[in-house]
């Protein structure tokens, strides 16, 4: 089966839950949601995925006070991931060690791990600069992706809908 990232925003509005729970819904019949357990975006599109979603975690039981995933693996120390984060985010230097590994499991969500193979297409629900750059951890996601020509699908853009309805059918 094919994969999807959905990840996003941590404070999302009650319009951005009914969307992202529709399309995660829609799409459990066709792909396997990648995701990473924070609150808000990630969270909503893994509890809409009808259990057809893996988590991509920082490090163990993150965030299992408000969402335990049944399938997921711990990341945030992965080689992987780790070199990801000098290559993609724009000032590696000044992140902790707690942030280094929530950035280093960005990496999974895109590439995938083990059996899961690279996403065919990210949905996120993220804040973007004015050159349309999604900003926070979502995106250093989406800039892995960009890297590798994965189509991104941002619903706080405007054209969202439209691009995506025209991606689905091709």
């Known amino acids: 089966m094919k994969s999807y990232t959905g990840i996003g925003s941590r404070n999302i509005t009650e319009s951005e839950i009914k969307i992202i729970t529709k399309i995660s819904n829609f799409l459990s019949n066709y792909f396997i949601c990648y995701s990473g357990n924070a609150d808000g975006s990630d969270i909503t599109f893994q509890k809409s995925s009808n259990g057809n979603h893996i988590s991509f975690l920082p490090w163990d039981e993150f965030n299992f006070d408000h969402f335990k ?3 997921y693996y711990v990341v945030g120390h992965l080689e992987d991931g780790i070199n990801s984060i000098h290559k993609f985010h724009p000032n590696p230097n000044a992140l902790s060690s707690g942030a280094k590994k929530l950035m280093a ?29 999604i ?19 941002n619903i706080r853009n405007e054209n969202w809908k439209n691009n995506f309805n025209i991606y689905l059918k091709e």
């Open 69 to 71: 995933p049944v399938n």
């Open 135 to 153: 900003l926070g951890g979502t995106g250093q996601a989406c800039r892995i992706a960009k890297s590798l020509n994965i189509p991104i699908f």
């Open 105 to 133: 499991r960005n990496y999974y969500q895109i590439r995938g791990y083990l059996d899961y193979p690279t996403v065919s297409f990210v949905v996120c629900c993220a804040d973007e600069d004015i050159n349309g750059n």
